[in-house]
């Protein structure tokens, strides 16, 4: 039985690989795999050490057979309260339970009529021939899609900027440059988080108690959208609780009702992870498709062949072969997800090395995804590779989503959402990139710019 710790990566006493992580975490993450091997141990102030864990096993290991060793990490549940990203055991099966009905095949697909509607809206407003922020228009649509699906709240195309920033800003609590200074200190991105979470919180509330009314008066019923359906469950839990007679008995009898403070963390939580790794996806698809004449020569030649200048319907996306590779591969070499984090629980063996208990371990999903050993030039974004083969395939290469029981909630809804998106945009407009990629992440992989590109209509 092993007992050696993972090599140690070199460093400065103390500091160790703060200042790298800080300026370009995943260059480091990869170098460091190349160097010191798929387990190794860093440190980085502000977290402290850590394990870098980036091979299919470690994933395998972590998220599904010992998952037990591998908890959440406590940054979420700090930065986003209780909501199903950050809880654990029975509050999250539960929360889970509430919520899994609106992301069901069925339920996703009688989304896609919607989908298309708002997309078109907003590529209404694109210009026949000019500029415009990439990053910026896919993150609006994922978000008119997300609030107008689940939420049945349109939002404005001229307004609600408040809520379009505070989506933005949400992400900035896992900015790395703050990962090396206290959780108190009041840094400049911390400051923006917290007035982020405030304003979707008052959103949330609102809604909420807006729906409350409405399921009152008999004005929506459960099913109508997720926080209707929320709502009903709570005001049925609710009266059967006092039919009971103490909320004791409703902790031992369960139930998948949700506290209004839990409905509400679930929005901020589902805000931060239902629109901004979906925008990720389609803005880097769009960029590369740009950026690879004969790849969007045959993405266009499918559109025309496939959609014959009508709206996408969901009926055609399982025939839009071009454009699921495409997402493929983009998923692949530029995951939303870049790292996730885990805080071991007790010891466990991983690789022949021994990890101790308590120690945080980051799940490294983009040095697992452009490893040499388990893809063909890893480092090209090469849609073809997908021809004859699958994400179940690869197995645990392949993890955009995670895996697991803590599976992404919203895959099918962001899958579909992204190849209606593409298609739509890909009818319309040709793209011309002006710049390379390039990466600031936070705990999404978020780009260092705007991604400015030229549009011209086909």
Excluded at 45 to 68: I, K
Excluded at 277 to 303: D, I, K, W
Excluded at 355 to 382: G, I, K, M
Excluded at 409 to 427: D, H, P, S, T, Y
Aim: hydrophobic residues 35%; charged residues 30%; proline residues 7%.
């Amino acid at each position: 039985m092993p007992t050696n710790p993972p090599p140690s990566v070199g460093g400065p006493p103390v500091v160790g690989q703060t200042v790298r992580f800080a300026r370009e975490p995943l260059p480091l993450v990869e170098d460091v795999v190349d160097e010191y091997g798929p387990v190794s141990r860093m440190r980085v102030l502000g977290v402290g050490e850590f394990y870098n864990l980036a091979s299919p096993d470690s994933l395998e290991r972590a998220l599904v057979t010992d998952r037990d060793a591998f908890a959440k990490s406590p940054g979420f549940r700090v930065a986003f309260g209780e909501n199903v990203l950050s809880t654990a055991g029975e509050q999250w099966e539960r929360q889970r339970e509430a919520l899994d009905e609106f992301f069901y095949p069925a339920r996703i697909r009688e989304y896609a009529d919607r989908m298309a509607e708002l997309t078109e809206r907003r590529l209404d407003r694109w210009p026949d021939d000019g500029r415009l922020s990439l990053h910026e228009e896919l993150s609006g649509t994922a978000l008119d899609n997300f609030f107008g699906t689940l939420f049945d709240r349109p939002l404005d195309p001229d307004g609600d900027e408040h809520l379009r920033r505070a989506a933005s800003d949400i992400n900035l609590w896992f900015k790395p440059s703050s990962f090396a200074l206290p959780r108190w200190l009041p840094t400049p991105a911390r400051r923006r988080f917290g007035r982020a979470v405030e304003t979707v919180e008052r959103e949330a509330h609102r809604l909420l108690d807006e729906r409350s009314r409405e399921v009152e008066r008999g004005e929506a019923a459960a099913g109508d959208d997720l926080l209707s359906t929320l709502v009903a469950l709570r005001e049925a839990e609710s009266e059967s609780m006092d039919e009971r007679g103490s909320e004791e008995e409703e902790d031992e009898e369960g139930g998948a009702t949700l506290t209004d403070s839990e409905i509400v963390d679930q929005v901020v939580g589902l805000v931060f992870a239902g629109h901004d790794t979906t925008a990720l996806a389609m803005t880097y698809a769009l960029h590369q498709l740009g950026s690879h004449p004969g790849v969007c020569e045959r993405f266009h030649a499918e559109l025309d062949d496939v959609l014959g200048g009508d709206r996408p319907t969901l009926s055609d996306v399982s025939d839009l072969d071009v454009t699921e590779r495409i997402l493929n591969e983009t998923l692949r070499l530029y995951p939303p997800i870049h790292t996730i984090p885990r805080v071991t629980t007790r010891s466990v063996e991983i690789g022949g090395y021994e990890l101790a208990a308590d120690t945080r371990a980051h799940l490294s999903v983009w040095a697992v995804q452009r490893d040499e050993r388990f893809w063909d030039d890893p480092h090209e974004w090469r849609p073809a590779r997908w021809r004859d083969t699958s994400p179940q395939d690869a197995g645990y290469a392949y993890a955009p989503f995670g895996a697991g029981p803590r599976l992404c909630l919203g895959r099918r809804f962001a899958l579909l959402e992204a190849q209606i998106v593409l298609a739509l945009v890909g009818q319309r407009f040709e793209l011309d990139p002006e710049r390379p990629l390039a990466f600031e992440p936070m705990s999404t992989t978020q780009p260092a710019h705007e991604v400015p590109t030229r549009v011209r209509r086909r």
